[in-house]
């Protein structure tokens, strides 16, 4: 069976980065099977933004797109952007789609995430938000468990679920921007990649966690779109390995 090949960005906060996101799109290849977005594809709740958006991928890409909600798709927004695009974009919020891609199965779980400590206007606005968080991490352990039966699981998050790919962000501000809580999930369900956004600043785009792989692909931070294959590449080795020996 051929490679499953998939696209995944981030953050393009539209209108902020969206000539940014442009030029990205204009080398995108045009192969790519699944395209995945890891939350605040608009710019402080301004739903209308995601026309824009929508329109630039569809002008290079008319398959499938699924989305998790970021930060800045307030909550207000959900039942908005799901009315409005749903038919065009699958979101995910702490859910799971199951898909067929070129003969294999790719289950998704797509989440806001958590974070270890929550912001001052978290903990000011939104009531009960540390419950919330500590909720979810034991959640997405769940949702992954009903993928097993999946060939490849992605778990699809906005807020980064390792430390690892927040270096070049101020380290002061690590809690407040992932969750080092997730990384026992990821060690313990072992999806095969996990996609997240939000740290603009990282200088570390890619870790390995057990057979797990992280991907940050937040677009001010990677400048691409960031392209990844299924299998991953050191997946066919392994496989070509253990059959020539």
């Known amino acids: 069976m051929s490679r499953i090949k998939i696209a995944a960005t981030a953050d393009v906060h539209s209108p902020k980065f969206i000539l940014q996101f442009e030029d990205a799109l ?59 695009y749903g038919d065009e974009v699958t979101w995910l919020h702490d859910e799971i789609i199951k898909l067929e891609v070129k003969g294999y199965s790719l289950g998704v779980v797509g989440s806001r995430g958590s974070l270890d400590r929550p912001t001052r206007w978290q903990l000011k ?18 949702l992954l468990s009903r993928l097993a039966d999946c060939d490849f699981t992605i778990l ?3 807020y980064a679920p390792t430390y690892r790919t927040l270096i070049g962000e101020v380290k002061a501000i690590w809690p407040e921007m992932g969750c080092r809580e997730m990384e026992k999930v990821i060690a313990s369900k072992s999806p095969t990649v996990v996609v997240h956004g939000h740290a603009h600043k990282s200088k570390v785009h890619k870790v ?21 294959n299924l299998p991953l590449e050191r997946e066919v080795q392994s496989k070509l390995t253990r059959f020539f020996t």
């Not at 929508?54 to 799901?82: H, Q, T, W």
């Not at 606005?125 to 769940?142: D, F, P, T």
Request: glycine share 8%.
């Open 156 to 158: 699809l998050l906005h």
């Open 208 to 228: 390995q966690l057990g057979g797990t792989t992280i991907f940050n692909v937040s677009l001010p931070s990677v400048n691409r779109i960031v392209i990844f």
């Open 26 to 84: 204009s080398r995108l290849p045009d192969d790519i099977d699944l395209f995945l977005f890891a939350g605040d594809m608009i710019f402080k709740g301004r739903v209308s933004e995601f026309e824009r958006v929508l329109k630039l991928v569809r002008s290079v890409y008319n398959g499938r797109i699924i989305a998790c909600f970021g930060n800045e798709e307030y909550d207000e927004c959900i039942p908005v952007l799901r009315a409005n």
């Open 125 to 142: 606005n939104i009531k009960g938000i540390e419950e919330i968080y500590r909720k979810r991490v034991s959640l997405i352990g769940q």
